[in-house]
């Protein structure tokens, strides 16, 4: 079955740039929207961001957008996320999800997820 | 932003008795709530989208219910697997807010 796999390293130091790959095994990331939602310590989920696999619609929390790249890679199935400028309160578990969308003449997003990762840990800190 | 509250934050019961949770959000989301399970280590597991659809291969012990700002997921006999933290989500509106989740314990 369609597997998500998040990797990258588990510390960052402040105001560098936290990087995080998804790998997509047993399916493609074709035919679907891509999302990051990451989990603080002893806090709520939250929804990062989403983009669908051609790249032509994105849509970024308003609270991360100006430090926010995700991008999908079709040829590997990764998604990436990158997080710029980071500080400790961007240290968080890290999930990739899918959001299988709603299609007619075009495509949009569903912004719930039918599937995730297990999630990788980043601590940011010197 | 629309926030999210789930009661109980712990939930205490034993396995065959029907258990509630309940989310509720500050605004109006009409009925684009999804619920999720999550157990240690693991991503959250789709349950219910827009508020009483089942996904495929969820039991039918799950139900959800409600609309507007009011909503359950009910349980019918837990089972042993069930024992997780379960989460709404709203996906009615920016930023998607999730309740901040029910802890099922065995009793």
């Known amino acids: 079955q369609v597997q998500l796999q998040e990797s990258g390293p588990g510390l960052v130091r402040p105001s560098e740039t936290l990087s995080l790959t998804c790998t997509v095994s047993g399916g493609s990331t074709s035919s679907y929207f891509w999302s990051w939602i990451r989990q603080p310590p002893g806090k709520e989920l939250e929804w990062i961001g989403s983009m669908y696999y051609t790249g032509s619609t994105n849509n970024y929390n308003p609270s991360l957008k100006s430090r926010v790249t995700i991008s999908v890679d079709t040829t590997s199935n990764q998604i990436s996320l990158k997080l710029r400028s980071v500080t400790s309160a961007d240290t968080a578990v890290y999930y990739c999800?899918?959001?299988?969308?709603?299609?007619?003449?075009?495509?949009?997003?569903?912004?719930?997820?039918?599937?995730w990762g297990q999630g990788t840990l980043v601590a940011v800190s010197s | 932003d629309i926030q999210m509250t789930q009661s109980p934050s712990t939930l205490s019961a034993s396995v065959g008795d029907r258990v509630t949770i309940t989310c509720r959000a500050s605004?109006?989301?009409?009925?684009?709530l999804a619920w999720y399970q999550q157990k240690p280590g693991r991503g959250p597991k789709l349950l219910i989208f827009?508020?009483?659809n089942l996904e495929s291969g969820v039991p039918s012990r799950f139900s959800g219910s409600g609309s507007g700002t009011e909503f359950t997921l009910t349980i019918s006999s837990l089972q042993p697997d069930d024992f997780a933290t379960y989460y709404c989500?709203?996906?009615?509106?920016?930023?998607?807010?999730f309740g901040q989740g029910t802890k099922l314990e065995i009793k």
């Open positions: 989500q709203q996906y009615n509106s920016y930023t998607y807010n």
């Open positions: 999800a899918r959001d299988r969308g709603h299609c007619g003449d075009v495509c949009y997003p569903e912004y719930f997820f039918d599937l």
């Open positions: 605004q109006n989301i009409n009925s684009w």
């Open positions: 827009q508020a009483s």
